[in-house]
């Protein structure tokens, strides 16, 4: 009995001496982030056999909790990554020196200053600056979110650095966790250590940790099962060139000789939140940037083009702006000899989106619109032809001439031009950005004051004699190109305008004249006819020599049989301001999809401002979340003073028991010893 005396009290004086000394671990720790209590937990020997042993050190947690953190952590990191960012855009937009609101009202007021007195040299001047001005905003602008977007690949090969340190970090832990459990060693404090990792690696992607030895080594898993880490081996992540875009980097993952992309696979945290804000912020404010300055250049172009300047020459572009778009062919592409281009046949009905083509079969495609996901298939597209309209879904035509296949699609304002030596072979990719350097390649064309358009190339004089009350509203050149007949400076053909007495319809008609020899007119007819119902307020257009549509005129009113107007090139005319007027009208016009210049614009404002709105609440949500999941978490495995203090007690008074136990064992020997002399 004795012996049993001091064996019990010797295993329980060794017992609560471990309890001790993990309750002073816990008090230690109290402060260490991620640590997790520990307690000991004791059983009883199994009979015959008395006394205590320790069963087991446990490690207080709730897994569940644990990866709900993880989970938290990273929409935190994603949220607070893309208000970083939007802060800045939103700054950015707003900020005097890339304002482009602020420089459009500069511009148009100085344009008004010219239509006010259109002579005036100064006038003049001011304009061009404030014009220069503009592109300098614009170009200033789209520079500036080039360099956004090239600081995010910067910190993206960053995080990638911190995330490959991580995953090999677990990796080690791994190997050395599942060694100390196979002698028996206490691995909890690793296991925390390796948990604060994996809460690490949270902030930058989405993970999952799966383990099928009861936690001994863990899996770490992107949220769409990618592995990263298998037990002892970790996946090296990369950064590379996009494709097909070089610019639009791509997040590769490397296990031995496979690489694979996995951008779209990063789900949420830091580095996967900075590639949303990238394709669903800053690449869409790109383009719309873009296609303002596209539509902005084009429109201002196209009026200038058909004014008189102070030489008595038609106008020439104001602007240089963007004639092609960009297109990128994918690296896995198998056509032989494929060359493509992206041109504009109308600005205005350009989108603000990129576009994905695909070879889907022998003459057939697909094409993506990537801002809004709408498809376009070639079987739904009309017929191109020369004198054919674009249909609704987009025309194609496609040409086998010259030995080289040639693929043409026309589709909202950008046309598309696909050359291969063979067939285009089906899973072929290209990437389209019609309007992303739009304001990129903006600059101002013109720098003398002299060459600016403000006046009408045309002026028309009613008859003195004329005795009804039809007036002229308006004159419009269609036809501006450098092949104009107007190029000259001067109108090829004067014409004249004499209506006609009524039909037998009571209709009054007009017929055209050639006067270019006054003494002997010759009829021009319209639309095949030398005589033409007039009605008030409709156009009547008037061709070139070689039949082509060259400019129309408007009247109002009521004209009487025998009235005329004449129309002839506006010759020492550069005092009239009819088309600096024009110019100045396309600042309240709908010219960019339904808006006005500076209302597309505070379109752009308005939206990243309702996303920098939205993304901050989700920011300060996911920080109420994370702060409550991190709550529930360490009310199970902080570590509580008062209760360790409290087992501290506890485990000291049971250690001075224990050793009492001993003392009396001692006690008792020595009594028997004396009673046997």
Do not use: C
């Not at 610019?247 to 945290?269: C, P, W």
């Not at 200038?304 to 300047?309: I, L, P, S, T, V």
């Not at 106008?315 to 896995?332: C, E, I, P, R, W």
């Not at 401002?609 to 709550?631: K, P």
């Amino acid at each position: 009995m004795s012996s049993g005396l001091l064996s019990i009290s010797t295993q329980a004086l060794t017992a609560n001496q471990s309890a001790l000394a993990y309750t002073g671990q816990n008090i230690a720790n109290v402060n260490t982030e991620g640590y997790s209590r520990q307690r000991v937990n004791f059983a009883t020997q199994e009979p015959p056999v008395l006394g205590v042993a320790v069963q087991d050190v446990q490690r207080i947690t709730d897994q569940f909790l644990v990866q709900q953190v993880w989970r938290d952590q990273s929409a935190l990191s994603s949220s607070e990554q893309q208000a970083k960012k939007i802060e800045l855009l939103d700054s950015l937009m707003v900020s005097d020196s890339t304002n482009l609101s602020t420089a459009l009202d500069s511009y148009f007021e100085a344009l008004q200053l010219a239509v006010d007195d259109p002579l005036f040299i100064a006038n003049r001047q001011l304009f061009l600056t404030e014009a220069d001005s503009l592109v300098s905003t614009f170009k200033n602008l789209e520079q500036r979110l080039e360099n956004q977007q090239a600081n995010l690949t910067t910190e993206a090969r960053s995080m990638v650095t911190s995330i490959n340190s991580i995953t090999q970090n677990i990796a080690q832990l791994n190997v050395k966790i599942g060694s100390l459990s196979a002698s028996g060693q206490n691995i909890n404090s690793l296991k925390d250590e390796r948990d604060q990792l994996v809460k690490e690696l949270s902030k930058y992607v989405s993970v999952d940790v799966i383990s099928s030895d009861g936690g001994v080594t863990a899996s770490v898993l992107l949220a769409n099962g990618e592995p990263l880490v298998s037990g002892s081996r970790a996946a090296v992540l990369g950064i590379r060139d996009g494709s097909p875009d070089p610019s639009q980097i791509e997040v590769t993952l490397s296990r031995g000789n496979v690489v694979a992309d996995i951008t779209s696979l990063l789900g949420e945290g830091a580095l996967g939140g900075m590639f949303s804000y990238r394709d669903t912020i800053l690449q869409p404010v790109r383009s719309e940037i873009g296609r303002l300055a596209l539509v902005f250049s084009e429109t201002m172009n196209q009026l200038h083009r058909e004014g008189m300047d102070l030489n008595g020459l038609m106008g020439s572009d104001l602007f240089v702006s963007a004639k092609t778009g960009q297109a990128y062919a994918s690296s896995n592409n198998q056509s032989l000899g494929a060359r493509t281009s992206l041109t504009f046949y109308d600005v205005t009905q350009l989108k603000a989106s990129d576009y994905e083509v695909e070879i889907t079969g022998l003459n057939t495609f697909t094409i993506k619109r990537l801002s809004d996901g709408a498809f376009f298939n070639s079987s739904d597209m009309s017929a191109l032809t020369p004198s054919s309209d674009v249909g609704e879904l987009g025309s194609f035509s496609l040409d086998s001439s010259g030995g080289e296949n040639r693929l043409t699609v026309k589709l909202d304002g950008f046309t598309f031009s696909l050359t291969t030596s063979g067939a285009a072979q089906r899973g072929d990719l290209f990437l389209l950005q019609p309007t992303i350097n739009g304001a990129r390649n903006m600059d101002l064309a013109i720098t003398r004051p002299e060459s600016l358009a403000f006046a009408s190339p045309l002026r028309v004089t009613p008859e003195p004699a004329n005795s009804g009350n039809a007036e002229v509203v308006s004159i419009k050149i269609l036809d501006s190109e450098d092949t104009s007949y107007l190029r000259p400076g001067q109108l090829t053909e004067p014409v004249e305008i004499v209506f006609n007495a009524l039909n037998a319809s009571g209709e009054q008609t007009y017929t055209v004249y050639d006067i270019t020899d006054p003494a002997n007119p010759v009829v021009v007819p319209i639309n095949g006819a030398n005589e033409n119902l007039y009605t008030a307020g409709e156009p009547i257009v008037i061709p070139d020599p070689a039949n082509n549509d060259l400019f129309q005129i408007t009247l109002a009113n009521q004209p009487n049989p025998g009235d005329s107007f004449l129309v002839e090139y506006n010759t020492d005319g550069v005092s009239d301001n009819a088309n600096a007027l024009a110019m100045a009208n396309l600042q309240r016009a709908e010219t960019s999809n339904g808006y006005s210049y500076q209302d597309a614009y505070g379109q752009i404002l308005a939206e990243v401002g309702s996303q920098a709105n939205a993304i901050q609440i989700a920011y300060m949500a996911n920080q109420t979340i994370l702060g409550a999941a991190e709550d529930s978490l360490e009310s199970t495995r902080g570590v509580n003073l008062d209760e360790e203090a409290t087992r501290l007690i506890q485990y000291q008074q049971a250690y001075a028991a224990s050793a009492r136990l001993i003392t009396t064992y001692q006690d008792i020997f020595d009594s028997l010893i004396s009673a046997v002399r």
